[in-house]
């Protein structure tokens, strides 16, 4: 049938915030959906916006050609799948459980062996931005997925295919939210400054998003020093950065907030420079963070 090539039915297992909206951006593109999730009652919602809802993972399974699951972690994942058994078998596996590079390529090699299609996804996005161009999705493993069911997968948000090796899509997740939590221990650390002397967080946002963003447009330069392991700088070497550094702890101490965020790095200079790198720009952080001490 013409109609079911075109919008296949697709299950969605995992109901928790992201599943459920995952499963809400295919019925809104009208696709058949059929959901499971552990604790029944998180299918009441989407059954009301007419999602088929299975009893059993198997039931689940059975429903569809493609599974998207969206889970707590690969140890949830693999109890679901040991559930499935052979109906598994001739299916499309998409992925979009958090987790390594390691635990991506360990499940498509298990794939494999059963003859199942598997993609690995990672969702760069909150529930509330899936099925907007804003959300973007990362996948890697089976091209042939991306090819039959490209147009179901483009009802989440944009997507990036990174290629047949299944570790890639949680190798650029991890590493996009390594950066995310950075940008955010930063604005965290300079909020609790900001009110240890009562001033208030949301006026200081006119001042730290503009320097955020001037400060990211350094990074394609920090980025060419690292791929040519040149590291020489005009623009501050790691020891005035140290000294720097010492500013900041001491300010921590006299303002009484914690050094919790800021002593990491501070390490992490101070090495560089014992390592006698003293003259190099920040850039050289990253080859001393390749090479941990012993
Ligand atoms: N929410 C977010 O912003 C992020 C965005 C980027 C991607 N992550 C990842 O998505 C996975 C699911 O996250 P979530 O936000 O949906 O999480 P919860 O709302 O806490 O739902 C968790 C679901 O996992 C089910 N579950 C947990 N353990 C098991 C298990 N052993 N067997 C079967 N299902 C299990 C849980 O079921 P229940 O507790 O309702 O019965 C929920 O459906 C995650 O990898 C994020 O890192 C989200």
Redesign the pocket.
């Known amino acids: 049938n013409p109609a079911n090539i075109k919008r296949p039915p697709v299950t969605v297992i995992?109901?928790?915030?992201?599943?459920s909206a995952l499963a809400q951006a295919l019925l809104k593109e009208g696709y058949r959906t059929t959901v499971w999730?552990?604790?029944a009652d998180?299918a009441a919602g989407l059954a009301a916006q007419g999602a088929v809802v299975a009893g059993t993972v198997a039931e689940a399974v059975a429903a569809s050609p493609l599974i998207i699951i969206?889970?707590?972690?690969y140890g949830?994942v693999n109890?679901?799948l040991e559930q499935a058994g052979d109906l598994l078998d001739g299916r499309a596996i998409v992925n979009?459980?958090?987790g390594t590079p390691a635990q991506a390529r360990q499940m498509a090699a298990w794939a494999a062996e059963q003859g199942i299609e598997y993609l690995d996804g990672g969702?760069m996005?909150?529930?509330q931005m899936i099925a907007s161009p804003g959300a973007l999705l990362l996948y890697s493993g089976s091209s042939k997925i991306i090819d039959t069911y490209g147009p179901a997968l483009e009802s989440f948000g944009s997507t990036k295919y990174l290629g047949q090796d299944p570790g890639l899509a949680s190798l650029h997740d991890l590493a996009l939210l390594s950066a995310m939590y950075g940008m955010f221990s930063g604005f965290f650390h300079a909020v609790a400054m900001i009110r240890s002397e009562q001033l208030q967080a949301e006026s200081f946002t006119s001042l730290v998003v503009p320097w955020l963003q001037a400060m990211s447009a350094s990074l394609p330069l920090m980025a060419q020093a690292v791929d040519a392991g040149d590291h020489q700088t005009k623009v501050s070497s790691l020891h005035i950065n140290q000294t720097g550094f010492g500013h900041f702890i001491d300010a921590c101490r006299e303002l009484g907030i914690s050094t919790e965020l800021m002593t990491p790095i501070q390490e992490l200079i101070n090495r560089g420079v014992a390592e006698g790198y003293g003259t190099d720009g920040l850039s050289r952080l990253v080859e001393l963070l390749q090479k941990p001490e012993s």
């Open positions: 995992g109901l928790g915030m992201m599943g999730n552990r604790s998180k969206c889970v707590l972690d949830a109890e679901i979009l459980t958090n969702i996005a909150v529930p």
